[in-house]
Protein backbone atom coordinates (compact mmCIF):
# COMPACT_ATOMS: atom_id res chain seq x y z
CA UNK A 1 0.00 0.00 0.00
CA UNK A 2 1.39 3.72 -1.25
CA UNK A 3 0.70 6.63 0.27
CA UNK A 4 0.00 10.06 -2.57
CA UNK A 5 -0.71 13.37 -1.11
CA UNK A 6 -3.18 15.31 -3.41
CA UNK A 7 -4.72 18.38 -4.14
CA UNK A 8 -8.47 18.59 -5.43
CA UNK A 9 -11.60 20.46 -5.72
CA UNK A 10 -14.79 19.47 -4.30
CA UNK A 11 -18.16 20.27 -5.21
CA UNK A 12 -18.22 23.92 -4.26
CA UNK A 13 -15.30 24.82 -5.90
CA UNK A 14 -12.97 24.41 -2.47
CA UNK A 15 -9.25 23.35 -3.21
CA UNK A 16 -8.66 20.70 -0.60
CA UNK A 17 -5.53 18.99 0.26
CA UNK A 18 -4.63 15.32 2.22
CA UNK A 19 -3.46 12.34 1.79
CA UNK A 20 -4.63 8.90 0.90
CA UNK A 21 -4.13 5.41 0.99
CA UNK A 22 -3.86 3.25 -2.63
CA UNK A 23 -1.87 0.52 -4.27
CA UNK A 24 -1.66 2.92 -7.76
CA UNK A 25 -1.86 6.07 -8.49
CA UNK A 26 -5.29 5.47 -10.55
CA UNK A 27 -6.49 3.82 -7.70
CA UNK A 28 -5.91 6.68 -5.21
CA UNK A 29 -7.71 8.81 -7.86
CA UNK A 30 -10.52 6.27 -8.09
CA UNK A 31 -11.04 6.98 -4.22
CA UNK A 32 -10.85 10.73 -4.47
CA UNK A 33 -13.92 10.91 -7.20
CA UNK A 34 -15.55 8.41 -4.85
CA UNK A 35 -15.19 11.13 -2.26
CA UNK A 36 -16.48 13.35 -4.31
CA UNK A 37 -13.28 15.05 -5.25
CA UNK A 38 -11.93 16.01 -8.43
CA UNK A 39 -7.82 15.48 -8.18
CA UNK A 40 -5.47 18.29 -9.82
CA UNK A 41 -2.40 17.11 -8.37
CA UNK A 42 -1.45 13.66 -7.19
CA UNK A 43 2.01 12.90 -5.54
CA UNK A 44 3.24 9.64 -4.21
CA UNK A 45 5.16 10.01 -0.85
CA UNK A 46 8.38 7.92 -0.82
CA UNK A 47 8.96 7.92 2.56
CA UNK A 48 13.16 6.26 3.20
CA UNK A 49 13.46 2.73 3.58
CA UNK A 50 16.01 0.70 5.43
CA UNK A 51 17.26 -0.39 1.60
CA UNK A 52 18.32 3.36 1.46
CA UNK A 53 20.09 3.51 4.90
CA UNK A 54 17.64 5.65 6.01
CA UNK A 55 16.15 3.51 8.95
CA UNK A 56 19.63 1.69 9.51
CA UNK A 57 20.84 5.32 11.45
CA UNK A 58 19.71 5.94 14.73
CA UNK A 59 17.36 8.49 15.49
CA UNK A 60 18.99 11.06 18.01
CA UNK A 61 17.50 11.39 21.08
CA UNK A 62 17.06 15.44 20.25
CA UNK A 63 15.57 14.69 17.07
CA UNK A 64 12.72 12.34 19.15
CA UNK A 65 12.11 14.85 21.83
CA UNK A 66 11.43 17.48 19.52
CA UNK A 67 8.92 15.60 16.93
CA UNK A 68 6.84 14.30 20.04
CA UNK A 69 6.53 17.81 21.12
CA UNK A 70 5.40 19.07 18.13
CA UNK A 71 2.87 16.27 18.09
CA UNK A 72 1.66 16.87 20.95
CA UNK A 73 0.72 20.82 19.82
CA UNK A 74 -0.84 19.66 16.90
CA UNK A 75 -2.80 16.86 18.04
CA UNK A 76 -3.88 19.01 20.51
CA UNK A 77 -4.95 21.57 18.31
CA UNK A 78 -7.51 18.80 16.69
CA UNK A 79 -5.26 18.30 13.72
CA UNK A 80 -5.83 14.93 12.24
CA UNK A 81 -2.84 12.58 13.28
CA UNK A 82 -1.50 11.79 9.62
CA UNK A 83 -2.14 15.52 8.98
CA UNK A 84 -0.24 16.13 12.17
CA UNK A 85 2.89 13.39 11.60
CA UNK A 86 3.39 14.91 7.98
CA UNK A 87 3.93 18.36 8.87
CA UNK A 88 6.04 17.48 11.95
CA UNK A 89 8.35 14.91 9.04
CA UNK A 90 8.65 17.59 6.63
CA UNK A 91 10.73 19.55 8.91
CA UNK A 92 13.84 16.74 9.57
CA UNK A 93 15.61 16.89 6.01
CA UNK A 94 18.93 15.18 6.68
CA UNK A 95 17.44 12.87 9.58
CA UNK A 96 15.94 8.99 9.58
CA UNK A 97 13.11 11.10 11.35
CA UNK A 98 11.81 12.12 8.55
CA UNK A 99 11.50 8.91 6.73
CA UNK A 100 10.30 6.81 9.88
CA UNK A 101 7.56 9.73 10.66
CA UNK A 102 6.08 9.13 6.71
CA UNK A 103 6.06 5.25 7.03
CA UNK A 104 4.85 5.46 10.35
CA UNK A 105 1.67 7.94 8.51
CA UNK A 106 1.46 5.71 5.96
CA UNK A 107 0.34 2.92 8.45
CA UNK A 108 -1.88 5.06 9.76
CA UNK A 109 -4.00 5.99 6.77
CA UNK A 110 -4.08 2.39 6.14
CA UNK A 111 -6.43 2.02 9.11
CA UNK A 112 -3.14 1.21 11.63
CA UNK A 113 -3.33 3.00 15.07
CA UNK A 114 -0.32 4.86 16.19
CA UNK A 115 1.03 3.17 18.58
CA UNK A 116 0.67 -0.04 16.63
CA UNK A 117 2.57 1.90 13.58
CA UNK A 118 5.01 3.23 15.79
CA UNK A 119 5.78 -0.92 16.97
CA UNK A 120 6.78 -1.26 13.47
CA UNK A 121 10.38 1.05 14.65
CA UNK A 122 11.35 -0.57 17.76
CA UNK A 123 14.99 1.31 17.36
CA UNK A 124 13.26 4.85 17.62
CA UNK A 125 10.27 3.86 19.44
CA UNK A 126 10.78 2.05 22.51
CA UNK A 127 8.14 -0.38 24.67
CA UNK A 128 7.73 2.05 26.96
CA UNK A 129 6.72 4.94 24.28
CA UNK A 130 4.64 2.91 22.06
CA UNK A 131 2.71 2.06 25.92
CA UNK A 132 1.84 5.63 26.79
CA UNK A 133 0.97 6.43 23.11
CA UNK A 134 -1.74 3.75 23.40
CA UNK A 135 -2.69 4.54 26.48
CA UNK A 136 -3.75 8.40 25.52
CA UNK A 137 -5.19 6.53 22.01
CA UNK A 138 -7.27 4.38 24.62
CA UNK A 139 -8.39 7.39 26.97
CA UNK A 140 -8.60 10.07 24.24
CA UNK A 141 -5.83 12.15 25.63
CA UNK A 142 -3.34 11.18 23.14
CA UNK A 143 -1.76 15.08 23.22
CA UNK A 144 -1.48 15.18 26.90
CA UNK A 145 0.40 12.26 26.59
CA UNK A 146 2.56 12.82 24.13
CA UNK A 147 3.18 16.43 25.71
CA UNK A 148 3.90 14.48 29.07
CA UNK A 149 6.44 12.15 26.76
CA UNK A 150 8.29 14.49 25.85
CA UNK A 151 8.63 16.24 29.17
CA UNK A 152 9.80 12.32 30.29
CA UNK A 153 12.45 12.40 27.16
CA UNK A 154 13.71 16.09 28.27
CA UNK A 155 13.90 14.87 32.32
CA UNK A 156 15.87 11.49 30.85
CA UNK A 157 18.31 13.27 28.73
CA UNK A 158 18.87 15.82 31.47
CA UNK A 159 19.95 13.10 34.01
CA UNK A 160 22.33 11.20 31.49
CA UNK A 161 23.99 14.58 30.99
CA UNK A 162 24.26 14.70 34.74
CA UNK A 163 25.41 11.17 34.49
CA UNK A 164 27.93 12.49 32.12
CA UNK A 165 29.26 15.23 33.68
CA UNK A 166 30.10 13.50 37.02
CA UNK A 167 31.68 10.99 35.11
CA UNK A 168 33.74 12.72 31.67
CA UNK A 169 36.13 14.81 34.49
CA UNK A 170 37.44 11.58 36.42
CA UNK A 171 37.74 9.59 33.16
CA UNK A 172 39.13 12.61 31.51
CA UNK A 173 41.89 12.79 34.06
CA UNK A 174 42.53 9.38 35.01
CA UNK A 175 43.04 9.18 31.46
CA UNK A 176 45.34 11.71 31.45
CA UNK A 177 47.24 10.11 34.83
CA UNK A 178 47.90 6.61 33.18
CA UNK A 179 49.33 8.66 29.96
CA UNK A 180 51.74 10.79 32.32
CA UNK A 181 52.95 7.94 33.95
CA UNK A 182 53.32 5.75 30.90
CA UNK A 183 55.33 8.42 28.90
CA UNK A 184 57.63 9.22 32.12
CA UNK A 185 57.62 4.94 32.15
CA UNK A 186 58.73 4.38 28.71
CA UNK A 187 60.96 7.42 27.85
CA UNK A 188 61.90 9.32 30.69
CA UNK A 189 63.45 6.23 32.63
CA UNK A 190 65.38 4.28 30.22
CA UNK A 191 67.34 7.89 28.95
CA UNK A 192 68.28 8.07 33.09
CA UNK A 193 68.94 3.85 33.21
CA UNK A 194 71.40 4.21 30.54
CA UNK A 195 73.58 6.72 32.65
CA UNK A 196 73.27 4.21 36.18
CA UNK A 197 74.55 1.28 34.05
CA UNK A 198 77.95 2.93 33.33
CA UNK A 199 78.78 3.93 36.73
CA UNK A 200 78.54 0.20 37.87
CA UNK A 201 77.19 0.77 41.28
CA UNK A 202 74.03 -1.46 42.95
CA UNK A 203 71.15 -0.08 42.15
CA UNK A 204 68.39 0.67 45.39
CA UNK A 205 65.39 -1.29 45.61
CA UNK A 206 63.21 0.77 44.36
CA UNK A 207 65.31 1.98 41.60
CA UNK A 208 65.54 -1.73 40.34
CA UNK A 209 61.96 -1.98 41.12
CA UNK A 210 60.69 1.42 38.83
CA UNK A 211 63.47 -0.12 35.83
CA UNK A 212 61.86 -3.13 35.39
CA UNK A 213 58.57 -1.81 35.07
CA UNK A 214 59.79 0.54 32.23
CA UNK A 215 61.83 -2.40 30.23
CA UNK A 216 58.08 -4.44 31.16
CA UNK A 217 56.26 -1.67 29.54
CA UNK A 218 59.03 -1.30 26.53
CA UNK A 219 58.78 -4.81 25.87
CA UNK A 220 55.62 -6.05 26.20
CA UNK A 221 53.59 -2.30 25.91
CA UNK A 222 51.68 -3.33 23.06
CA UNK A 223 50.86 -7.09 24.51
CA UNK A 224 49.31 -5.44 27.03
CA UNK A 225 47.06 -2.93 25.49
CA UNK A 226 45.66 -5.93 23.27
CA UNK A 227 45.04 -8.06 26.41
CA UNK A 228 43.22 -5.22 27.72
CA UNK A 229 41.01 -4.80 24.65
CA UNK A 230 40.30 -8.50 24.73
CA UNK A 231 39.55 -8.48 28.53
CA UNK A 232 37.05 -6.02 27.90
CA UNK A 233 35.06 -7.60 24.89
CA UNK A 234 35.14 -10.77 26.81
CA UNK A 235 33.37 -8.96 29.72
CA UNK A 236 31.02 -7.05 27.49
CA UNK A 237 30.55 -10.35 25.77
CA UNK A 238 30.17 -12.50 29.06
CA UNK A 239 27.58 -9.59 30.31
CA UNK A 240 25.28 -10.79 27.57
CA UNK A 241 24.46 -13.78 29.83
CA UNK A 242 21.63 -13.11 31.71
CA UNK A 243 22.79 -15.10 34.85
CA UNK A 244 26.40 -13.43 34.96
CA UNK A 245 24.69 -9.83 34.16
CA UNK A 246 22.41 -10.13 37.38
CA UNK A 247 25.41 -11.06 39.45
CA UNK A 248 27.41 -8.43 38.34
CA UNK A 249 24.49 -5.38 38.72
CA UNK A 250 24.22 -7.38 42.09
CA UNK A 251 28.05 -6.62 43.11
CA UNK A 252 27.31 -2.79 41.69
CA UNK A 253 24.67 -2.01 43.98
CA UNK A 254 26.62 -3.19 47.08
CA UNK A 255 29.57 -0.51 46.42
CA UNK A 256 29.64 2.18 48.41
CA UNK A 257 28.22 5.14 46.76
CA UNK A 258 28.32 4.19 43.04
CA UNK A 259 25.61 1.44 44.47
CA UNK A 260 23.23 4.56 45.64
CA UNK A 261 24.01 6.41 42.51
CA UNK A 262 23.01 3.57 40.72
CA UNK A 263 19.66 2.71 42.83
CA UNK A 264 18.45 6.20 42.86
CA UNK A 265 18.96 6.60 39.01
CA UNK A 266 17.08 3.66 38.33
CA UNK A 267 14.49 4.39 40.86
CA UNK A 268 14.28 7.84 39.96
CA UNK A 269 13.39 6.60 36.24
CA UNK A 270 11.05 4.00 37.10
CA UNK A 271 9.33 6.32 39.10
CA UNK A 272 8.95 9.03 36.59
CA UNK A 273 7.97 6.85 34.15
CA UNK A 274 4.80 5.63 36.50
CA UNK A 275 3.52 9.26 37.29
CA UNK A 276 3.07 9.50 33.46
CA UNK A 277 1.41 6.22 32.94
CA UNK A 278 -0.80 6.19 35.69
CA UNK A 279 -1.57 10.22 34.91
CA UNK A 280 -2.32 9.33 31.36
CA UNK A 281 -5.32 6.91 32.94
CA UNK A 282 -2.78 3.66 32.18
CA UNK A 283 -4.00 0.53 34.71
CA UNK A 284 -1.38 -0.04 37.56
CA UNK A 285 -0.31 -3.10 36.22
CA UNK A 286 -0.04 -2.00 33.07
CA UNK A 287 1.86 0.84 34.11
CA UNK A 288 4.54 -1.43 35.96
CA UNK A 289 5.46 -4.13 33.31
CA UNK A 290 5.82 -0.84 31.36
CA UNK A 291 8.02 1.12 33.23
CA UNK A 292 10.27 -2.00 34.26
CA UNK A 293 11.90 -1.32 30.99
CA UNK A 294 12.80 1.61 31.98
CA UNK A 295 15.53 -0.19 34.36
CA UNK A 296 18.84 -0.51 33.38
CA UNK A 297 19.87 -2.64 36.51
CA UNK A 298 19.02 -6.02 35.48
CA UNK A 299 18.54 -6.78 39.09
CA UNK A 300 16.28 -4.09 40.02
CA UNK A 301 14.63 -4.88 36.63
CA UNK A 302 13.89 -8.69 38.01
CA UNK A 303 12.67 -7.13 41.12
CA UNK A 304 9.83 -5.23 39.29
CA UNK A 305 8.87 -8.11 37.50
CA UNK A 306 8.05 -9.65 40.72
CA UNK A 307 6.44 -7.22 41.99
CA UNK A 308 4.39 -6.50 39.24
CA UNK A 309 3.31 -10.25 39.88
CA UNK A 310 2.25 -9.86 43.11
CA UNK A 311 0.13 -6.48 42.28
CA UNK A 312 -1.56 -9.08 39.75
CA UNK A 313 -2.11 -11.54 42.55
CA UNK A 314 -4.08 -8.62 44.40
CA UNK A 315 -1.31 -6.92 46.65
CA UNK A 316 -0.55 -2.95 46.77
CA UNK A 317 1.90 -1.37 44.43
CA UNK A 318 3.65 -0.14 47.95
CA UNK A 319 3.75 -3.36 49.87
CA UNK A 320 4.92 -5.04 46.84
CA UNK A 321 7.86 -2.52 45.95
CA UNK A 322 8.51 -3.00 50.13
CA UNK A 323 9.13 -6.71 49.67
CA UNK A 324 11.63 -6.11 47.03
CA UNK A 325 14.28 -4.29 48.73
CA UNK A 326 15.28 -2.86 45.59
CA UNK A 327 13.87 0.72 46.16
CA UNK A 328 14.71 3.16 49.04
CA UNK A 329 11.81 3.23 52.15
CA UNK A 330 11.11 6.40 51.77
CA UNK A 331 10.12 6.13 48.41
CA UNK A 332 7.73 3.01 49.24
CA UNK A 333 6.26 5.00 51.97
CA UNK A 334 5.14 7.84 49.42
CA UNK A 335 3.79 5.37 47.40
CA UNK A 336 1.98 4.09 50.23
CA UNK A 337 0.80 7.48 50.99
CA UNK A 338 0.04 7.95 47.15
CA UNK A 339 -2.80 4.34 47.35
CA UNK A 340 -4.58 5.96 50.43
CA UNK A 341 -5.24 8.99 49.30
CA UNK A 342 -5.82 8.31 45.80
CA UNK A 343 -3.40 9.73 43.71
CA UNK A 344 -0.79 7.74 43.17
CA UNK A 345 0.37 9.46 40.28
CA UNK A 346 1.55 12.22 42.50
CA UNK A 347 3.41 10.78 44.88
CA UNK A 348 5.46 8.40 42.22
CA UNK A 349 6.15 12.12 40.51
CA UNK A 350 7.21 13.36 43.90
CA UNK A 351 9.28 10.29 44.87
CA UNK A 352 11.29 10.66 41.29
CA UNK A 353 12.26 14.32 41.90
CA UNK A 354 13.38 13.73 45.53
CA UNK A 355 15.64 10.84 44.13
CA UNK A 356 16.87 13.01 41.48
CA UNK A 357 17.98 15.27 44.25
CA UNK A 358 19.83 12.60 45.86
CA UNK A 359 21.27 11.93 42.88
CA UNK A 360 22.78 15.23 42.43
CA UNK A 361 23.91 15.69 46.20
CA UNK A 362 25.40 12.75 46.52
CA UNK A 363 27.08 12.93 42.82
CA UNK A 364 28.62 16.20 44.60
CA UNK A 365 29.79 14.63 47.05
CA UNK A 366 31.72 11.93 45.47
CA UNK A 367 32.98 14.20 42.70
CA UNK A 368 34.71 16.05 45.48
CA UNK A 369 36.17 13.02 46.81
CA UNK A 370 37.34 11.30 43.78
CA UNK A 371 38.95 14.17 42.03
CA UNK A 372 41.42 15.29 44.35
CA UNK A 373 41.84 11.34 45.21
CA UNK A 374 42.80 10.76 41.86
CA UNK A 375 45.22 14.22 41.68
CA UNK A 376 47.05 13.30 45.09
CA UNK A 377 47.46 9.21 43.38
CA UNK A 378 49.16 10.24 40.39
CA UNK A 379 51.18 13.19 42.71
CA UNK A 380 52.42 9.70 44.24
CA UNK A 381 53.43 7.70 42.01
CA UNK A 382 55.15 10.56 40.02
CA UNK A 383 56.92 11.12 43.23
CA UNK A 384 58.12 7.55 43.46
CA UNK A 385 58.91 7.35 40.31
CA UNK A 386 61.60 10.31 40.61
CA UNK A 387 62.89 9.43 44.03
CA UNK A 388 64.04 5.75 42.37
CA UNK A 389 65.36 7.95 39.65
CA UNK A 390 66.79 10.43 42.18
CA UNK A 391 68.18 7.69 45.16
CA UNK A 392 71.48 6.72 42.77
CA UNK A 393 72.72 9.88 42.74
CA UNK A 394 72.01 10.32 46.38
CA UNK A 395 73.36 7.27 47.05
CA UNK A 396 76.90 8.70 44.96
CA UNK A 397 76.97 12.02 46.75
CA UNK A 398 76.89 10.28 50.26
CA UNK A 399 79.60 8.09 49.16
Known amino acids: MLTFDYAAFD ?74 LKVVAVQYDDSPMRGILMDVRSRVLEGSRLSDAMRSHPRTFSKLYTAMVASGETSGQLGAVLDRQALDLESAQNVRNKITAAIAYPIVLTVVS ?22 GQELPGLTKFVIGISE ?55 ARTMSGLIDSGTPALASMEAALHTLRNSVMRKAVTNAAVKVREGSAISKALRQTDAFPPLVVQMVAGGEASGDIGKMFSKSADYLEGEFESVTSIFLSLLNPLIIILLSVVILLIMLAMYMPMLKMVAL
Open 11 to 84: KRGNRLTGSVAASTAREARDILRSRALTPVDLKQVKAKTAASGNFGRKVKHKDLTQATRQLAILIDTATPVEEA
Open 178 to 199: ILVVTLLMVFLVPQIVTQFESL
Open 216 to 270: GLKAYGLFIIAGLVLVFLGIRQALKNEAIQLRWHNFLLKIPVIGRLIRSVNAARF
